[in-house]
């Protein structure tokens, strides 16, 4: 267990992050943001900001949507393409890291919709796919959710 999994902050104070968070920003300090966000985050199976946007209590631009899974523009985007995909039903899937074998339909549910926004989004030239999980990997919001990044040169490493 790292030292930043121990972290706990007040919910003040993590609101106060998220909402830097949710602001859209410069790309330094907006990853500066998101990795504050990612360690002020309690990793819980609490309500999310995302349970609240699939219930229509905080308006997206939604891009699409079934009968499991939503799929909106990230308000702080990353490249000209930038889609969150999520579960409409959390069922304990806080992270990747969280998977059991009765995830295993709604995760490959949840990349395959990453392949068909790519494609109605005019990817064709390619596309990265992230999930973040736990305060390292940067993960802000417990409630598992893909990255579709695309319209630019993506750089390797990373980060």
């Known amino acids: 267990m790292s030292d930043n ?4 902050c007040p919910a003040s104070s993590r609101l106060t992050v998220l909402r830097s968070h949710l602001s859209p920003d410069s790309s330094s300090s ?6 504050e966000a990612a360690l002020a985050a309690a990793p819980s199976d609490a309500p999310t900001i995302f349970d609240k946007i699939i219930k229509k209590e905080i308006p997206a631009n ?3 949507e079934d009968d499991k899974v939503l799929a909106f523009r990230d308000i702080a985007p990353q490249a000209p393409t930038h889609i969150l995909i999520i579960p409409k039903v959390k069922d304990g899937l806080t992270g990747l890291s969280k998977a059991e074998e009765r995830h295993f339909e709604i995760l490959g549910r949840l990349l395959y919709t990453a392949k068909l926004l790519a494609k109605q989004e005019g990817l064709e030239d390619g596309f990265r796919v992230v999930i973040n999980d ?7 919001v417990y409630h598992i959710h893909v990255h579709l990044l695309g319209g630019r040169q993506m750089n390797w490493p990373p980060g």
């Open 62 to 64: 939604v891009v699409y």
């Open 134 to 140: 736990g305060p390292q990997g940067c993960q802000s």
């Open 5 to 8: 999994e121990n972290i706990k």
């Open 30 to 35: 907006a990853m500066a943001s998101e990795k």
